[in-house]
């Protein structure tokens, strides 16, 4: 079956936003938008035989503009912090767009959430969408040329390949930023839902700047220890100053110390629909992120959203890697190719 093409709406400049659908045999429905390669749906069946949308965005165009969460956006060259929003390369200082406290946070205002993807190649199950970022954009070196495809299988499991090349040595960190609810989008809070995950560690932040102080610090009898399921709100609200410090879970995990093998790092599940969302990578760790800025307002088809009412698996090079002695470096260089594949699979138990 082809790709189905809609227009979803018209940019800032005026170029025509296409929602693309990928659709398999069991009705599982994935929407994408080119404007920032955004997942703008995904409609899966839960254990009633009801379709549920399992992730958190807007009805129109305007409102992604205007929102400050990153609905389902495809987040590069450089997710999450990079420190004082400066880092050196080969000798040379880089300065980069500031827009969290002094820090650049998701490659700045502009970054590639905010730009018209280009359909380059369509397939039954796949697109692919691709966007060139200049150099010096948001203050990062070299031209970039980054490519997303996304895969939706009869095994349920939505992919996200990422390619990227540069002229010049540079930081590649792309991830994607769905905020989930496995009770469906408007389901409200997302504290209920039972969350496992690999990590044995975790890198511990600064106070107030979401930082990593460059260790690793083991999650073993702490609140970030989700090794054994339990409830995301269970410990949310504890007297734990890692916590208090970014208002909740907002926290690097530690897959594995490189680039690795494509390994489970997360299952999510919610009792009342009973869908779970199981999450895969190759990268060196996940921001796990429970909603904790989210700000009341209308989401799709009149959802009320609020503070946790979504949460987010965000496959990545650990923050301010770029930065910090002892952290994998998200370094692309020129010439060579950046190839990474995450996976989030749905099943119903
Ligand atoms: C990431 C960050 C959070 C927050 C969200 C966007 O997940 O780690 O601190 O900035 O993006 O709201």
Request: with cysteine; aromatic share 12%; glycine share 10%.
């Amino acid at each position: 079956m082809a790709v189905r093409k809609e227009l979803f709406g018209k940019s800032r400049d005026g170029k025509e936003i296409m929602l693309y659908t990928l659709r398999n045999s069991m009705g599982t429905e994935v929407k994408i938008m080119n404007l920032g390669a955004t997942i703008v749906s995904v409609l899966f069946q839960d254990k009633n035989e009801c379709f549920r949308d399992v992730v958190l965005g807007y009805d129109t165009v305007e409102d992604y503009y205007n929102g400050g969460c990153y609905y389902g956006a495809l987040i590069g060259r450089s997710g999450n912090r990079i420190d004082k929003a400066k880092f050196s390369l080969n000798g040379k200082t880089y300065s980069l767009a500031v827009n969290d406290n002094e820090n650049n946070l998701h490659s700045g205002p502009n970054g590639l959430d905010k730009r018209i993807f280009e359909l380059t190649k369509e397939c039954d199950d796949r697109i692919t969408l691709t966007v060139q970022d200049k150099d010096l954009e948001q203050g990062y070196p070299g031209n970039f040329c980054c490519s997303v495809t996304y895969i939706l299988n009869e095994e349920n499991e939505l992919k996200l390949h990422y390619e990227a090349e540069c002229d010049q040595d540079t930081v590649c960190n792309l991830t994607n930023h769905t905020y989930f609810n496995l009770g469906g989008q408007e389901s409200g809070s997302i504290l209920n839902t039972q969350l496992w995950l690999a990590a044995k560690e975790y890198t511990p932040v600064i106070d107030g700047q979401a930082i990593p102080t460059g260790e690793y610090a083991p999650v073993a009898g702490t609140v970030f220890d989700f090794t054994q399921p339990k409830t995301i709100g269970r410990d949310i609200e504890a007297d734990e100053p890692q916590l208090k410090y970014v208002g909740g879970y907002d926290h690097n995990f530690v897959i594995q110390r490189e680039q690795g093998i494509d390994q489970r790092f997360a299952e999510a599940y919610n009792p009342e629909t009973g869908i779970c969302l199981e999450a895969f990578t190759d990268l060196p760790g996940f921001q796990f992120y429970s909603g904790n800025f989210m700000k009341d307002e209308k989401g799709k088809k009149g959802a009320q959203y609020t503070k946790r009412c979504g949460f987010c698996l965000e496959t990545q090079f650990y923050p301010n890697s770029i930065n910090q002695e002892g952290f994998a470096k998200p370094i692309l260089k020129a010439g060579s190719k950046f190839a990474s594949t995450t996976t989030y699979r749905f099943t119903v138990r």
